[in-house]
T-cell receptor, first 113, second 114 residues
Framework: DSGVTQTPKHLITATGQRVTLRCSPR?????VYWYQQSLDQGLQFLIQ???????AKGNILERFSAQQFPDLHSELNLSSLELGDSALYFC????????????FGSGTRLTVV | AQSVTQLDSQVPVFEEAPVELRCNYS??????LFWYVQYPNQGLQLLLK??????LVKGINGFEAEFNKSQTSFHLRKPSVHISDTAEYFC????????????FGQGTELSVKP
């Protein structure tokens, strides 16, 4: 157990729908990062939050949004889902803004049908 | 913009043989370097990292990597592999003072055969 908890582990939904993925960081970690892993794009950075504020944005679609709450858990919202959004979505956390090695969660596998 | 190239998408090797997984990166600034391993249906586990200091870095499970600044490489090595090392390996970089986002390579699938 890495200490980073992602729920749900699996999600199957239809095109056009909206889903929310949840991440609880390791105790004491202030930064949360979201990544998407797909067969064609590989592992891509989506967005980072630090202590409730957005710190960095990567290749995140406008249909996707995220937030970090006061208790430091984070949610990634994916809307108007398309078949191509099917992927593994990973959350990672770290102590602060700088890297000393992330801790990754086990991921949420999203299947859009 | 920074990028990471893993030169081999698949590496088959026999048990107890040595292995090298190659990684080259491109960046205009100083970087931190990482290798992660992903076992089937699992998340990413940190194998080792280079932040500063000695260019030879030792990690878990007997892996090591050498940072070569002039060749912008960070190749991963293990002198003797086990069946249990079969997994996907990812090289990643992060630009220093840029908040910590990782740029990953496309991955190398290591397949260890008996």
């Amino acid at each position: 157990d890495s200490g980073v908890t992602q729920t749900p582990k699996h999600l199957i939904t239809a095109t056009g729908q909206r889903v929310t993925l949840r991440c609880s960081p390791r105790s004491g970690d202030l930064s949360v990062y979201w990544y998407q892993q797909s067969l064609d794009q590989g592992l891509q950075f989506l967005i980072q939050y630090y202590n409730g504020e957005e710190r960095a944005k990567g290749n995140i679609l406008e249909r996707f949004s995220a937030q970090q709450f006061p208790d430091l858990h984070s949610e990634l919202n994916l809307s108007s889902l398309e078949l191509g959004d099917s992927a593994l979505y990973f959350c990672a956390s770290s102590r602060d803004r700088e890297i000393d090695g992330y801790t990754f969660g086990s991921g949420t596998r999203l299947t859009v049908v | 913009a920074q990028s990471v190239t893993q030169l081999d998408s698949q590496v088959p090797v026999f048990e107890e043989a040595p292995v090298e997984l190659r990684c080259n990166y491109s960046s205009s600034v100083s970087v931190y370097l990482f290798w992660y391993v992903q076992y089937p249906n699992q998340g990413l586990q940190l194998l080792l990292k280079y932040l500063s200091g000695s260019t030879l870095v030792k990690g878990i499970n007997g892996f090591e990597a050498e940072f070569n600044k002039s060749q912008t490489s960070f190749h991963l090595r293990k002198p003797s592999v086990h069946i249990s090392d079969t997994a996907e390996y990812f090289c990643a970089v992060s630009e220093i003072d840029q908040g910590g986002k990782l740029i990953f390579g496309q991955g190398t699938e290591l397949s260890v055969k008996p």
